[in-house]
């Protein structure tokens, strides 16, 4: 009996609590917040928008005249949200010490990478960025993603598009097929072993199902109204936080394993073959084990649904502009001819291929703009401080800067900011190096900005275009469902919602020897990507 007379009790007091608060009227945060109330806070907007939080976001941010509000419920730790470009520098270059992503923040994700560079600060951080930042401004490594694209894209990309573009050959997801891609890529690249993915006789590799379950797991930890109820969870080991603790093991095993036999291989190989994935050069530099792991799985799952995610979106935007797609395919294949031995090589880019790729770069760019690969980046204060803008913050709150707020401010991005629209990247100053990009990354901080700047920024690029080219130069693609405009998810990375459904033909390019066509999905030639 006790124990149900004290539950009334408690219900009593919050229902009390509530009317309390209703009474006492509203406010707004920051004058332009959601509407809040004395205790709750804005649980009840937060509630009543919870299926639409990017659109109820950058709505009030669009009305702040600052860009940023403050969000203060019930239940969650006070938020600053920001799409102020002032802001933003600040938080990740003018105080950078002051905005850490803190122990909230790796609590979430800790599980999962430990100790690895996407989920620690101070000295930790420091030397694992120091160290990979030389891992990946090394031409080994650059070399090895080469490879393994063209590798990965002749030996199971074409070939699946082109089953898919037989008769008969049925739609194809094409978001399914740009992550498992992926997948087959950053593990190549990460651990020297080929996983699969993308290969239609072989099932799902249980690696790959791993991270898909364990990324959703965290994500729903991160979206999660209350913290306490998935630690209260995982302190029991019930429902999906036991589910996250076997796929960890499973991840966790798999690297583990793969560092020992990594190790026991690299006594018995000649110094000239040895392997230069990321794994094997992180045990040559002399790490323990347990930090090769945290390390490279922080890659895996930075990789594994970025570029994926991008590409996805780009592919929409494209079959819903096909002038735009006519531009790109006009470059891509100029770029071919125009070979720096003057003659046509089949797949002929190198790397300053790529670079000089300006209307490529601008839709991709602008892609990411609109549909950011992540939504929303959070740092925590480590002590009281008040923004550029005068938004006061107190030690502990959660400051967030808002990439999927930021590419539809009109404030930022003219009145056309709701349009995809190429000429903003392209009406830049050309330097004959597309890459640079010429917007300040805290206007634009798809790849962070500051001392956290995404260090595989031009590896992505690379991956995104190699795609790009090696799908628009052979197929046409067509939307399953013309009408559809599909739902952005913002999960750790971000998801279109029901995946992108199409059908695949195989387009008619112009021949380099006259003005006869050929079919591009049949052009046997399988010279180097890279001549």
Not at 244 to 270: C, G, P, T, W, Y
Not at 372 to 383: L, M, T
Request: aromatic letters at 10%.
């Amino acid at each position: 009996m006790v124990p149900y007379m004290l539950c009334f009790q408690f219900v009593a007091c919050c229902l009390l609590v509530l009317l309390y608060s209703l009474r006492s009227g509203s406010t707004s945060s920051a004058g332009h917040g959601p509407r809040s109330y004395p205790v709750i806070g804005c649980l009840l907007a937060f509630y009543e928008n919870r299926r639409r939080l990017l659109d109820w976001y950058t709505e009030m941010l669009s009305a702040s005249p600052t860009q940023t509000i403050v969000v203060d419920r019930l239940g969650a730790r006070r938020t600053v949200v920001t799409a102020n470009p002032a802001n933003v520098e600040y938080i990740l270059l003018g105080n950078f010490g002051n905005y850490p992503k803190g122990k909230p923040f790796t609590d979430v994700l800790g599980d999962l990478l430990g100790n690895g560079i996407f989920n620690v600060d101070g000295d930790k951080w420091f030397a694992q960025r120091k160290l990979v930042s030389h891992e990946f401004s090394a031409r080994t490594l650059r070399e090895l993603e080469i490879a393994v694209l063209e590798a990965e894209a002749l030996d199971r990309l074409v070939p699946a598009m082109e089953a898919a573009a037989e008769p008969g050959g049925g739609a194809v997801d094409m978001q399914d097929v740009l992550r498992r891609f992926a997948f087959d890529v950053i593990c190549r690249v990460s651990l020297g072993v080929d996983p699969g993915c993308l290969d239609p006789a072989l099932p799902a590799p249980r690696l790959a199902t791993a991270f898909d379950a364990a990324a959703g797991i965290i994500a729903r930890r991160g979206a999660a109204p209350l913290a306490a109820v998935w630690k209260i969870k995982r302190a029991l080991n019930i429902g999906s936080e036991r589910r996250l603790r076997e796929e960890v093991q499973v991840i966790h095993e798999a690297v583990m394993d793969l560092i020992r036999s990594r190790k026991k291989e690299r006594f018995l190989v000649n110094a000239g073959d040895v392997r230069n994935d990321l794994l094997s050069r992180m045990i040559d530099c002399g790490y323990a084990d347990e930090d090769i792991r945290d390390m490279v799985i922080s890659f895996i799952m930075a990789g594994r649904d970025t570029t994926s995610s991008a590409l996805t979106w780009f592919f929409w935007l494209l079959m819903r502009h096909r002038d735009v797609e006519r531009d790109v395919l006009e470059e891509i294949t100029s770029m071919r001819r125009d070979s720096s031995n003057g003659t046509y090589t089949g797949e002929g880019f190198d790397l300053d291929d790529f670079r000089r790729m300006r209307v490529l770069h601008a839709a991709l760019s602008e892609t990411m703009r609109l549909y950011p690969p992540v939504a929303w980046d959070s740092k925590h204060a480590a002590a009281a401080d008040v923004l550029p803008d005068g938004t006061r913050v107190a030690s502990g709150d959660r400051v967030t800067y808002f990439q999927y707020g930021m590419g539809r401010m009109e404030a930022i991005w003219g009145s056309d900011a709701g349009e995809f629209s190429l000429e903003r990247w392209l009406a830049l100053p050309a330097d004959g190096n597309a890459a640079s990009g010429g917007v300040s990354p805290f206007k634009y901080p798809v790849f962070q900005g500051g001392p956290r700047t995404c260090l595989g920024r031009e590896m992505a690029f690379v991956q995104m275009k190699f795609v790009a080219g090696a799908i628009l130069r052979r197929f046409d693609l067509r939307p399953v469902d013309e009408g559809r405009t599909p739902a952005f998810l913002p999960l750790l990375t971000s998801h279109m919602h029901g995946g992108l459904k199409v059908t695949v033909r195989r387009r008619k390019v112009e021949s380099t020897t006259g003005n006869a066509l050929h079919d591009a999905a049949t052009d046997k030639s399988r010279s180097s990507f890279f001549s």
